[in-house]
């Protein structure tokens, strides 16, 4: 991993001096013009000292302008990489480019006009050495602004790297250490497959896959699918760890979706998460929310009167989206709100206090309620579709959320290419699960079983908790031996 940091990381450098450089086109183009005829002869006298000027603007200008207005080089983010503080916290845009300012751009300009360009390399690799040297890897730059530069992997070549840096004899002695504390919790509802939880690439989730993976194991659980929205990164990983920790995986997804007129969840089971659609469909998702971040947080603020830390709110991530869970954790703890009525419910002994952030959203942000903001989300038809291209099935999530009993809707979304129920989730009771089991005996469907287990966002919910018992495992088989088999 260390190699690819210091890989990337020359290369993104490079790319920053190629975008600094930019401005030699300025005198190609001008030499052309005067070989040409187009311009006199006479220019080439100063063309020289004009491009000197021009180079020094574009150095003390460009590459700042970038990092503050993205906060982030081009060059870095080209190659997967980030710079963060000494705590790994997202930086201010003014330290990322005072960062490349005092770094390298200003050391450049006074070594080349006081001692000759042939001298610059000398201070690269002055640079360089103190890169290698530093256990951080931080350079010149980085010591005086408190940074550093994380190599921040993505996708399959996250999956790639990890299984090179993380073998498997790390897993197996992780597995070995785990079963020696292991304590199997018998007294809860936990069924041994949970194929509804969430992780960190969920904006709400809490855990890491690696961690869930141990929870499961903790819980007694043989098989798991981690279903993060609109999002598959966690399949890389969970593939890897699946044999390590001794649980079977099946890989998938919880795609949102519109269904007429009303937001759908839509998870994906055994999809090829390989296939690039996915990485598209989650960066069309993480535009549209964010674009509708701000709108959430003003029409919350006028409805309630209560204010709301943008700032706060927007470094919590790096997508720089602001969900109604989020809103509810920061009024909720603010202390200046703590005898604010309408937030009596949400706390730990009102009535709404046992999954307080979900249960804030579902009451203002939800589809139908006051502080529901509208994202255009592809049709139920074109996520099936996708699902079932990538060799996947298509299950309706939670069906009690958006239709409760509506038996005629349900029955429309099956009837729109959707695979299944699932019937089993921690949000239904047994009158619930009664209804869905007589839709599966009409149309004979599959049925699903999942916790909808994310962590802090809703603590209220555990992990292999969906209701479901050892009766009902025989119906669960038919579609986990379809998946495995």
């Known amino acids: 991993?260390?190699?690819?940091?210091?890989?990337?990381?020359?290369?993104?450098?490079?790319?920053?001096?190629v975008i600094v450089l930019m401005p030699i086109l300025l005198w190609d183009i001008l030499i052309l013009f005067v070989l040409a005829g187009i311009l006199p002869a006479v220019v080439m006298n100063f063309l020289d000292t004009l491009i000197q000027y021009v180079m020094i603007i574009s150095l003390l200008i460009t590459t700042p302008f970038i990092a503050i207005a993205y906060r982030q080089t081009f060059g870095y983010a080209a190659f997967d990489l980030r710079v963060v503080d000494l705590k790994n916290k997202k930086t201010f845009a003014f330290q990322v480019a005072l960062r490349e300012v005092i770094g390298w751009e200003i050391p450049v300009i006074l070594i080349y006009l006081f001692l000759g360009?042939?001298?610059?390399?000398?201070?690269?690799?002055?640079?360089?050495?103190?890169?290698?040297?530093?256990?951080?890897?931080?350079?010149?730059?980085?010591?005086?602004?408190?940074?550093?530069?994380?190599?921040?992997a993505n996708t399959?070549?996250?999956?790639?790297?990890?299984?090179?840096?993380?073998?498997?004899?790390?897993?197996?002695?992780?597995?070995?250490?785990?079963?020696?504390?292991?304590?199997?919790?018998?007294?809860?509802?936990?069924?041994?497959?949970?194929?509804?939880?969430?992780?960190k690439y969920s904006l709400d989730g809490e855990y890491t896959v690696e961690e869930l993976f141990m929870k499961a194991k903790e819980r007694g659980l043989e098989i798991i699918s981690i279903t993060?929205?609109?999002?598959?990164?966690?399949?890389?990983?969970?593939?890897?760890?699946?044999?390590?920790?001794?649980?079977?995986?099946?890989?998938?997804?919880?795609?949102?979706?519109?269904?007429?007129?009303?937001?759908?969840?839509?998870l994906g089971y055994c999809i090829d998460f390989k296939d690039p659609r996915y990485i598209q469909l989650e960066n069309q998702n993480v535009k549209k929310e964010r674009d509708a971040s701000l709108e959430r947080v003003e029409r919350f603020e006028q409805l309630t009167g209560l204010k709301c830390n943008v700032t706060k709110l927007l470094e919590q991530n790096a997508n720089g989206i602001i969900t109604g869970e989020m809103i509810?954790?920061?009024?909720?703890s603010n202390?200046?709100?703590?005898?604010?009525?309408?937030?009596?419910?949400?706390?730990?002994?009102?009535?709404?206090?046992?999954?307080?952030?979900?249960?804030?959203?579902?009451?203002?942000?939800?589809?139908?309620k006051p502080c529901y903001v509208k994202i255009e989300y592809?049709?139920?038809?074109?996520?099936?579709?996708?699902?079932?291209?990538?060799?996947?099935?298509?299950?309706?999530?939670?069906?009690?959320?958006?239709?409760?009993?509506?038996?005629?809707?349900?029955?429309?979304v099956l009837d729109a290419g959707v695979r299944g129920l699932e019937v089993f989730s921690s949000y239904h009771s047994a009158k619930d699960i009664a209804v869905y089991m007589d839709i599966v005996k009409e149309v004979s469907c599959f049925v699903t079983?999942?916790?909808?287990?994310?962590?802090?966002?809703?603590?209220?919910?555990?992990?292999?908790?969906?209701?479901?018992?050892?009766?009902?495992?025989?119906?669960?088989?038919?579609?986990?031996?379809?998946?495995?088999?």
């Open 1 to 17: 991993m260390k190699n690819k940091h210091l890989s990337n990381r020359f290369m993104g450098f490079l790319t920053n001096i």
């Open 117 to 152: 360009y042939q001298f610059v390399p000398i201070y690269f690799v002055i640079n360089f050495i103190v890169i290698l040297i530093d256990p951080l890897a931080r350079g010149i730059g980085d010591f005086i602004c408190h940074t550093k530069v994380l190599y921040v």
């Open 156 to 199: 399959e070549e996250t999956a790639r790297t990890e299984k090179k840096e993380k073998p498997k004899k790390e897993f197996l002695k992780k597995k070995d250490d785990l079963i020696k504390k292991i304590v199997k919790d018998n007294s809860g509802n936990v069924f041994h497959y949970d194929l509804h939880i969430h992780s």
């Open 228 to 266: 993060d929205h609109n999002c598959i990164k966690a399949n890389y990983e969970a593939k890897v760890l699946s044999d390590a920790v001794g649980i079977k995986y099946i890989p998938g997804v919880e795609i949102d979706a519109s269904f007429e007129g009303c937001d759908v969840h839509v």
């Open 328 to 332: 509810a954790d920061d009024v909720l």
């Open 335 to 368: 202390p200046l709100y703590e005898d604010e009525e309408i937030l009596k419910p949400y706390r730990a002994e009102g009535i709404r206090g046992d999954n307080p952030f979900v249960n804030f959203y579902w009451d203002y942000f939800a589809q139908g």
């Open 378 to 412: 592809p049709s139920l038809q074109e996520v099936v579709h996708l699902i079932q291209d990538t060799g996947g099935y298509p299950i309706l999530a939670h069906p009690k959320k958006p239709f409760k009993h509506d038996k005629e809707m349900i029955l429309k």
């Open 449 to 485: 079983c999942g916790s909808d287990f994310h962590g802090a966002a809703k603590p209220a919910i555990q992990i292999g908790e969906s209701n479901a018992a050892a009766k009902h495992e025989k119906l669960i088989n038919v579609f986990i031996h379809r998946c495995l088999n």
